[in-house]
């Protein structure tokens, strides 16, 4: 059950002259931080006051310590995080089941490569990253990592949504609608950094696609330039045994050792799919701080192979969790994502205490934030940080009983189990129903896109 009330509580006035005043006091079951590690609060509250927290105590505590103007009961719930979605492309919503059930190469080239050189556009991505908001929203992303064209209506539709996005500043080798060659992505990468780069919701990434879309000469332009704006690189990797394939026939050597030549290997590189590293590569990156961006959901369906996330683990990699697109997923379910994380890591490892139910908790939301640099402000719920944070009904036939919060999360419970999203103390999604999107209109928007593609 939820409860919200406005203003006091009526049984609390009598300390109203001994009681801070703050924006948001969120009281719930049980509360689980992330830091400290493996830590489960029962009956806590978090106090919120200027999209910050500003305290995590005992619930008795905080009723007769916070005045709140806005207090929600939350009996049957979990608080916890915002997930942090690590590798995304948003604006593909709209060709989401577009091309199903086709090899990576096939997929891209035959079919998404074309659709995208045909209909993407400034409004295409806008709507798209419109409708993948929303979805993200309601599933308890608080923050997502973008690759993809037009990265500056991205950032409009983050702002205007209030969700927290790190928008990537993608290159590629050919021309697209949005840029003609890489000195001319990178140009309007940076200028869409520029003019964004005060807004509190809003990170960056520069983002090539992927070695086998990039050279020499980009590869050196984007690392100075890395390194001159202090952000993070974001590139699939060892996605594909072919990519490796066709990397040793032009380069003679694999994709990771070209871009440990070039200069890349640093804490600023996050590796997106990170399939195909062997034993020496995962040492490799783990002694240059590297981060591994984990998408299981992605890498089966495109029959990409399994990535040894536990090896990279007890190698002392930071590794989070990303969905990829929803053209190649087909949803942005975080929940899913940590559900596979942590099955497959067991399967592939053949150790069922591989990854337990914590660990996979710490991917999908602190780890995401490390990687991004942004570990400071979001990924736990700790006094100070930014108030990203969700609510989660566990009284559902699917996660009852109950006996440990945490598995539940992870094993048991889904996205529509998500009842309230906070981002920087914004209620954005309130009893499962998003605040600043109307969804009728989303979902004719994305029919009239579903009519011009097929078309």
């Avoid at 005043?21 to 689980?32: P, Q």
């Avoid at 990170?203 to 990039?214: C, E, K, R, V």
Wanted: hydrophobic share 45%; with cysteine.
């Amino acid at each position: 059950m939820s409860i919200i009330m406005k203003h006091i509580l009526p049984n609390d006035r009598h300390t109203m002259h001994t009681s801070t005043a703050i924006d948001t006091l969120i009281s719930a079951r049980w509360i689980i931080p992330i830091e400290p590690a493996n830590t489960v609060l029962h009956d806590h509250s978090i106090a919120i006051d200027g999209g910050r927290i500003v305290a995590i105590l005992p619930t008795t505590e905080a009723r007769q310590q916070f005045v709140a103007d806005h207090y929600h009961q939350l009996t049957d719930h979990v608080l916890m995080p915002g997930l942090v979605n690590l590798h995304n492309h948003a604006a593909m919503t709209l060709l989401r089941g577009y091309a199903d059930d086709l090899a990576l190469m096939t997929w891209l080239k035959g079919h998404i490569w074309p659709a995208e050189s045909r209909h993407v556009s400034s409004e295409f991505v806008r709507d798209g990253a419109r409708l993948a908001c929303a979805e993200m929203l309601k599933g308890g992303t608080t923050c997502f990592n973008d690759m993809y064209f037009f990265p500056e209506a991205v950032a409009e539709v983050v702002v205007e949504t209030g969700i927290r996005g790190v928008m990537g500043m993608v290159v590629i080798e050919f021309p697209t609608a949005y840029a003609s060659d890489p000195d001319d992505y990178l140009s309007k990468g940076c200028a869409m950094r520029d003019r964004w780069q005060q807004e509190p919701l809003l990170s960056f990434t520069l983002a090539p696609h992927a070695p086998y879309t990039i050279s020499n000469m980009t590869f050196e332009k984007i690392n100075v330039l890395a390194n001159q704006l202090d952000v993070p690189i974001h590139i699939h990797l060892h996605e594909t045994a072919d990519e490796i394939t066709q990397s040793l026939a032009q380069y003679q050597q694999r994709p990771l050792a070209r871009l440990h030549e070039l200069g890349l290997l640093s804490p600023n590189l996050i590796a997106v799919h990170a399939v195909h590293f062997n034993a020496d590569e995962i040492a490799l990156l783990a002694k240059h701080g590297s981060h591994i961006a984990h998408c299981p959901a992605s890498n089966l369906k495109l029959a990409s192979g399994f990535a040894p996330i536990a090896q990279m683990l007890d190698n002392g990699l930071n590794v989070g969790i990303g969905t990829d697109g929803a053209a190649s997923n087909n949803k942005l379910d975080m929940f899913s994502e940590m559900r596979l994380t942590a099955l497959l890591a067991k399967g592939v490892a053949n150790d069922a205490a591989a990854l337990p139910a914590h660990t996979a908790l710490t991917m999908a939301t602190l780890n995401g934030a490390r990687a991004l640099s942004l570990d400071d402000k979001i990924g736990s719920l700790v006094t100070g940080k930014q108030a990203d944070l969700i609510a989660v009904d566990l009284a559902q036939i699917n996660t009852l009983p109950t006996f440990d919060p945490a598995s539940a999360l992870v094993y048991s419970a889904g996205r529509e189990q998500v009842s309230h999203v906070w981002v920087n103390g914004r209620l954005l999604v309130d009893n499962h129903q998003l605040t600043q999107l109307d969804e009728r209109a989303l979902k004719m928007n994305a029919k009239i896109w579903q009519n011009r593609i097929t078309a």
